[in-house]
């Protein structure tokens, strides 16, 4: 089946724009995470979303990003007023869902690389 | 709080011997699981193994071995007969079970030569 999708796969904007990032999960996976990746640098953890539970937004690094996850399935981080330390690659991942999580691997998208000028 | 560090930035190793990649990590919790993942250079995250903190086993997976020592917090990847192919960076993470919450070390970029 199709895995995860994330568009766009490439985003230039300019300093002070908003920005929407898009992820589609595989279907049936009702976990759901997002992560940014700075250049050579390791996996930052923003949000995860877990079936109708409230999200844990604890990875969320300003009041600027947002996200959302509609009908459990398509989820959308926004980043408000972009600056140029926001560019990075941003990676959407989903795994199956249902109690916790256990050896579940995460199944994870192309990424979008935003880059702020 | 949790943390997973990889101390290794950059290993070198021959084709066809065998590498070690440390993974070292802080938890309180006694139910948490620990996952190896490949990065190639074309950026896509691809899972090669898992192991559970009450798993006695070690994990293998092919050419894959997780080298688990609980009471030293370790979780070592063990790569046999290296190739060419292994050659990409290499990330150890951690799920907390009560949360779900899944977080990654820096990294280790492995380079096999001829």
């Known amino acids: ?117 | 709080a949790q943390k997973i560090t990889q101390t290794q930035p950059g290993m070198f190793v021959q084709e066809k011997e065998a590498v070690t990649l440390d993974c070292t990590y802080d938890t309180s919790d006694q139910s948490y699981g620990l996952f190896w993942y490949k990065q190639p250079s074309s950026g896509e995250m691809i899972f090669l193994i898992y192991q559970g903190s009450y798993d006695e086993q070690n994990a293998t997976e092919g050419r894959y071995s997780l080298n688990f020592q609980k009471a030293r917090k370790s979780a070592n990847l063990v790569i046999s007969a290296s190739q060419l192919g292994d050659s990409a960076m290499y990330f150890c993470a951690m799920r907390d079970y009560n949360t779900d919450k899944l977080i990654f070390g820096t990294g280790t970029r492995l380079q096999v030569f001829p």
Request: charged share 20%; aromatic share 8%; net charge neutral.
């Open chain 1, 1 to 117: 089946g199709a895995g995860v999708s994330q568009s766009p796969s490439n985003k230039v904007t300019e300093k002070g724009k908003d920005v929407e990032l898009r992820c589609d999960p595989i279907s049936g996976h009702t976990a759901l995470y997002w992560y940014r990746q700075s250049l050579g640098q390791g996996l930052e953890f923003l949000i995860y979303f877990q079936g109708n539970s409230a999200p844990d937004k604890s990875g969320l690094p300003s009041d600027r990003f947002s996200a959302e996850r509609t009908g459990g399935s398509v989820s959308t981080l926004t980043i408000q007023r972009t600056q140029q330390e926001d560019s990075a690659v941003y990676l959407c991942a989903s795994t199956r869902g249902g109690g916790s999580l256990g050896n579940s691997p995460l199944h994870f998208g192309n990424g979008t690389r935003l880059t702020v000028t």
